[in-house]
């Protein structure tokens, strides 16, 4: 059984902090590496991809990949109360998107 | 305008009804995607249709079943649904071909079967 695992958290964090969300998968063979964050009641949206070992940075967020030890993270810099979400992990050992495997998601709150 | 969209919105429908979720996408994908996602669970891929093609049915129970009429329109017909398939019912479009592995997300469709 393939699996994505997140800490459901809530994690808080007080506003202009770094946020530090962590993912582990069990598949070796996992190729490509995504990030979604998912407001309440709305759609996940696609905010990372990371495809090779290292970082990865786009704005106040960050992606890092470890294979060997089957790790992925983000981290977000200066928090804002807008990105209080669910950040969910998803992995895929293809090629392609139709084999997505998605953790269960960490709740980020960003206090004021 | 989002590049997924999705009909209804919201539904709530008795065990004995039929009904059907529609899903649009406006990004020139030729894969779509049906997901389920429950609370505390993750998402869960129910099917994959590829250039109109299915080529994923992730053992979804035969109450559910997907239409896929052209790449850019996908459907999930509903009958004699249970309560525990209340749900938000996602649907995702992505490139078709190899290495296209970004997925785009509809709004959602949260069903309530009573």
């Known amino acids: 059984q393939k699996e994505v695992e997140q800490n459901s958290g809530p994690l808080s964090v007080p506003e202009g902090a770094i946020a530090s969300l962590n993912c582990t998968y069990s598949?070796?063979?996992?190729?490509?590496f995504f990030w979604y964050r998912q407001y309440s009641g709305k759609s996940p949206e696609l905010i990372m991809s990371i495809y090779s070992n290292g970082d990865k940075e786009d704005g106040r967020f960050t992606a890092q990949l470890n294979k060997a030890s089957q790790y992925v993270s983000l981290l977000i810099r200066d928090s804002q109360p807008s990105d209080s979400a669910t950040y969910l992990c998803?992995?895929?050992?293809?090629?392609?998107?139709?084999?997505?495997?998605f953790g269960t998601g960490t709740r980020l709150q960003v206090t004021l | 305008e989002t590049g997924v969209t999705q009909t209804p919105r919201h539904l709530v429908m008795g065990m004995t009804n039929k009904k059907s979720l529609k899903c649009e996408q406006h990004l020139g994908h030729n894969a779509m995607y049906w997901y389920k996602q429950s609370a505390k669970k993750p998402l869960e891929l129910m099917f994959v249709y590829n250039f109109k093609e299915q080529t994923e049915n992730n053992s979804v129970p035969s109450r559910f079943s997907p239409e896929c009429p052209n790449s850019s329109h996908l459907f999930l017909h509903l009958h004699t649904l249970q309560p525990e398939d209340s749900a938000l019912y996602l649907c995702?479009?992505?490139?078709?071909?190899?290495?296209?592995?970004?997925?785009?997300f509809g709004q959602g469709t949260r069903l309530t079967v009573v």
């Open positions: 995702a479009s992505s490139q078709g071909h190899p290495g296209a592995t970004e997925a785009f």
């Open positions: 998803a992995v895929t050992n293809t090629g392609t998107a139709s084999k997505l495997t």
């Open positions: 598949d070796r063979g996992s190729q490509s």
